[in-house]
């Protein structure tokens, strides 16, 4: 699939179709099947703010993938939420269900509150350049 000509949605389908069809109980269902909503309404909401379809079907992907593998309700609610990393002094240390995509909106998100130090700004170029790897080259630095 070419991510960056679909919809965050059209990712999100077949997952819907396995948690409603498949052999699962039913609080696992309905666990999954909360969670994805909550997945899909912050994914509008990224959309409304005018992030690339490429990041959101990336996030979409990611986050399902996660959730499918999910049986806990304390994991769904670690999933759905976007993670921050943890700060050692030195680096940023992804968590585990940290998603480059999602860090990259963070980041710009945060970047409009207040200027990123200069930790910050690297760790933002560091996404950037693994995540969107065509769109850095036309950075001048």
């Not at 679909?6 to 997952?15: A, E």
Request: proline share 7%; charged share 30%.
């Amino acid at each position: 699939m070419d991510l960056k000509k679909m919809d965050f949605t059209v990712v999100m389908i077949p997952y819907f179709a396995e948690v409603i069809a498949g052999d699962i109980p039913d609080h696992i269902r309905f666990l999954r099947f909360e969670a994805m909503k909550r997945v899909q309404d912050s994914l509008c909401y990224y959309e409304k703010l005018g992030y690339m379809p490429k990041l959101l079907c990336a996030i979409a992907e990611k986050k399902c993938e996660y959730i499918m593998a999910a049986t806990a309700k304390a994991d769904m609610e670690q999933i759905v939420k976007p993670r921050c990393p943890h700060y050692d002094g030195n680096r940023f240390i992804p968590d585990k269900y940290g998603i480059p995509e999602e860090e990259i909106i963070c980041w710009s998100e945060t970047s409009l509150k207040a200027p990123l130090n200069s930790e910050a700004c690297k760790r933002y170029l560091e996404l950037f350049q693994q995540v969107l790897p065509e769109e850095s080259r036309l950075l001048p630095f």
